[in-house]
């Protein structure tokens, strides 16, 4: 079945350091990637998403570029700050079916 | 756009209560949504998918007379915990994705807290 590893946490680091969650995914076929993001309390938020292998999506200052050669599409920001920190899923899914998310990866910036 | 509502965001009740909580997409038409739970600090667990006016898809593990589910329009789905008890208790999350074309992301509501003592 189709399935999504995500880089452990928590990750912590300080305000304007470079950051990289990695992501790698298991499926048949070219899935739809997604990175989504939950803050504190609340529920999830897309943060980008691409649909086709090269394809990179991006906001808010992340990245994730579908590699298919290494099944990843790992997220990054070149300056993280004080607000990024929330807990981030990576997840995939075919057409219109469900999402399968990764585990979760929390946060948190230091000031 | 894309917003999707859920009500109530915190809920607290005593032991053997059932529990309703709404899930509407605000402006948009949802023919499909998603019901999820997490626990803390973990990921979201698919209860069931449904769509509108047919019954829902429960995931495998999940009690169909338990977690009620109801699809009667395209902006509304509601979740009821019957006789909830306090394992009942986590995070619910629903989702919606509209209708048409292929590919179309899932919008999450804020989530429910529910707490039964």
């Known amino acids: 079945g189709n399935s999504v590893t995500q880089m452990e946490g928590p990750v912590t680091l300080s305000e304007e350091a470079f950051l990289t969650i990695n992501c790698t995914y298991t499926a048949t076929g070219y899935p739809s990637l997604f990175w989504y993001v939950q803050y504190p309390g609340e529920g999830l938020q897309l943060l980008l998403k691409a649909t086709k292998a090269d394809d990179k999506g991006s906001n808010k200052g992340f990245e994730a570029t579908y590699r298919k050669e290494t099944t990843s599409f790992h997220l990054e920001k070149g300056s993280v700050q004080v607000s990024d920190s929330a807990v981030y899923f990576c997840a995939l899914n075919f057409g219109n079916e469900k999402l399968t998310f990764g585990t979760g990866t929390r946060l948190t910036i230091i000031p | 756009g894309a917003v999707v509502s859920q009500h109530p965001s915190w809920v607290i009740c005593k032991s053997g209560t059932s529990v309703k909580i709404e899930c509407r997409s605000l402006?948009?038409?949802?023919?499909?949504m998603f019901w999820y739970r997490q626990f803390p600090k973990q990921s979201l667990m698919l209860m069931a998918t449904?769509?509108?006016?047919?019954?829902?898809?429960?995931e495998q593990g999940v009690e169909k007379d338990k977690f009620l589910i109801n699809h009667a329009s395209l902006t509304l789905s509601t979740l009821t915990v019957t006789s909830a008890h306090p394992e009942d208790s986590s995070f619910y999350i629903c989702?919606?994705?509209?209708?048409?074309?292929?590919?179309?992301?899932?919008?999450f509501g804020d989530g429910t807290r529910l707490s039964i003592l």
């Open positions: 402006d948009f038409q949802a023919t499909t």
């Open positions: 989702s919606a994705r509209g209708t048409g074309l292929r590919n179309q992301p899932q919008h």
């Open positions: 449904s769509n509108e006016g047919s019954k829902a898809t429960y």
